[in-house]
């Protein structure tokens, strides 16, 4: 477009030099009008690009408020966030605690979101029907992980943990074991299923009393921080949290515990939109990307329940 120009530029200054003050004046006014019209097209050929990457994030300003399992909280706040905001112009508010945690204010109204994501499918169905409020009508699943040992490689119990069967060094004099509560956190569940297993398999009446241990228990979202601070030899985490964290693992054998992680948007959402933007976005390419670079397996999000919001029809099978 530019070079087409430049001939009208030289008929300009021709003109100009051949005739008298009138048709140099018309001249003038020719040529200043094709100077803006340079400038215009320059603006619009170095801006369009830009103008292209940026549509879609310019199109939306807000807060979209995520209530998550706290196991989640490295791979919302440095991987999802920064990537929702580029792709929408979101800005994601994120909550992190034990799934039954959040079910638990939720339905008490202490907190208030638009999407939901429990590490269990039992915690979202505390949340369906009248006699729970309503506050869920569907869910879908969309990511996988398993249960590990993580251990402070500090630990003077480290080597042994390396080298030694885990059920045997958690229950030496002195060791320090964490996990979450299961009356508030699914993962809490599922470390105590995997203790008792082990006490069954091993005939080993101590994992037991591990198992019921009330000294143990530590918020989801306390559990990491109280492990790299040295406060604990070794807690219960899930692949993804111990991934991000770069806390060393071992592995509980045959005993195979996992959790599956779910999605829904929340009855009275403040942003019903921006929910729906989110949850379009975690369940696209961009967001199974993501999930996956995290370490988490992907699960197909087949809804369950009812009320799928015809929005997101092309992210959810029915």
Not at 128 to 144: L, T
């Amino acid at each position: 477009m530019l070079f087409a120009i430049q001939p009208a530029f030289r008929r300009v200054r021709i003109t100009v030099a051949m005739t008298g003050n009138a048709s140099w004046r018309r001249a003038r006014a020719m040529r200043i009008v094709l100077l803006a019209f340079v400038a215009a097209a320059a603006f619009i050929c170095t801006s369009s690009g830009a103008s292209a990457r940026s549509a879609r994030a310019a199109a939306h300003h807000g807060t979209v408020s995520v209530l998550y399992a706290g196991s989640l909280e490295d791979v919302m706040n440095k991987r999802i966030a920064p990537a929702f905001l580029r792709a929408t112009g979101y800005t994601l508010n994120g909550y992190p605690a034990g799934s039954s945690d959040l079910a638990s204010e939720i339905k008490g109204k202490v907190r208030r979101g638009d999407v939901f994501i429990s590490a269990s499918p039992k915690v979202d169905a505390t949340l369906q029907g009248a006699k729970n409020g309503s506050w869920v009508s569907w869910y879908a699943p969309f990511a996988g992980t398993k249960l590990v040992l993580g251990y402070n490689r500090n630990s003077r119990f480290a080597a042994d943990l390396k080298h030694r069967a885990w059920y045997r060094v958690i229950t030496m004099p002195g060791f320090h074991l964490g996990f979450t509560d299961p009356k508030l956190d699914p993962k809490g569940v599922l470390t105590v299923k995997a203790l008792s297993l082990a006490a069954k398999q091993h005939h080993d009446p101590a994992l037991k009393q591990v198992a019921a241990s009330q000294s143990d228990l530590f918020p989801e979202q306390d559990l990491v921080g109280r492990l790299q601070a040295g406060q604990l030899d070794a807690g219960f985490f899930y692949t993804v949290e111990a991934s991000a964290a770069k806390i060393p693992t071992v592995s509980l054998g045959s005993i195979n515990e996992s959790a599956t992680y779910t999605i829904t948007t929340l009855r009275n959402a403040p942003d019903t939109a921006g929910g729906q933007a989110f949850v379009k976005f975690l369940l696209s390419s961009e967001g199974e990307r993501l999930l996956k670079s995290a370490g988490l397996t992907r699960v197909s999000p087949v809804a369950r329940g009812r009320g799928v919001p015809s929005q997101l029809s092309a992210v959810i099978r029915r």
